[in-house]
Structure formats: structure tokens, C-alpha cells
């Protein structure tokens, strides 16, 4: 099990760039394959990207790529969500969450963040 928390979260323009921090404690985070996901207002969770537990392969949202990215720092135990060009409905509550399957779906993801929230004003 791993404990994940995260930071980074506030208030945005459109157009706007902010980072997301996920850090992890507790033992083996490099077995995990990480996922940020959110939640928008009146909306269900959705995936946004992941990153294999050597970070050389990620995936993304449609709805993000070519703007977010994500990287981790395994000795640091950290994950990260570079996000650029900030629009107004990447307005959500963003999760940092731990899986042991390579995937993008989040009924793999065991261990989850309490969320930071994005808020993004055009």
C-alpha cells in the first residue's frame, strides 16, 4: 500500500500553465504504475495520463495531450502533471492514484490522493 499526496492545485487563467506534486510514501512506488485522473463540477472521474513505473511509457486524454505531461522521480518518490494552455474545463479536482496493472482504467488504481483543486477562469 502507498499513502499519495497532493499539491500544486489553485487558481488559473486560460492559457496558464501550473504543476501538479504527488508524493508517495510507503514502500516499492516503483512497482506502481502512476495515473493522475480528475473530477470536474457535476462530473463523473476521468482519466487524464499515465506513466509506467519506469517512466518510459505514458498515455494520455485525448482532452490533454500535447498540453499536459507527466513525469515521476522515483528516488523521490514523486509524480508530477506539468499542465500548459490551461482552458477552462481542465477546472477539476485532480487525483494522484497507484496501480499495479499498466492501465488507464481506474477500477486497477488502489491507492488514491485526497485531490488538489485546479480552477481555471477564462
Known amino acids: 500500500q502507498v499513502h499519495l499526496a497532493e499539491s500544486g492545485g489553485g487558481l488559473a487563467q486560460a492559457g496558464d500553465s501550473l504543476r501538479l506534486s504527488c508524493v508517495a510514501s510507503?514502500?516499492?512506488?516503483?512497482?506502481?504504475?502512476m495515473a493522475w485522473f480528475r473530477r470536474g463540477p457535476g462530473k463523473e472521474r476521468e482519466f487524464v495520463a499515465v506513466i509506467s513505473t519506469s517512466g518510459t511509457w505514458t498515455h494520455y486524454a485525448n482532452s490533454v495531450k500535447d498540453r499536459f505531461t507527466i513525469s515521476r522521480d522515483n528516488a523521490q518518490k514523486m509524480v508530477y502533471l506539468q499542465m500548459n494552455s490551461l482552458r477552462s474545463e481542465d477546472t477539476a479536482v485532480y487525483f494522484c492514484?497507484?496501480?499495479?496493472?499498466?492501465?488507464?482504467?481506474?477500477?486497477?488504481?488502489?491507492?488514491w490522493g485526497q485531490g488538489t483543486q485546479v480552477t481555471v477562469s477564462s
Open positions: 492514484a497507484a496501480s499495479h496493472a499498466r492501465s488507464w482504467d481506474e477500477n486497477t488504481y488502489t491507492d
Open positions: 510507503g514502500d516499492h512506488f516503483t512497482s506502481y504504475t
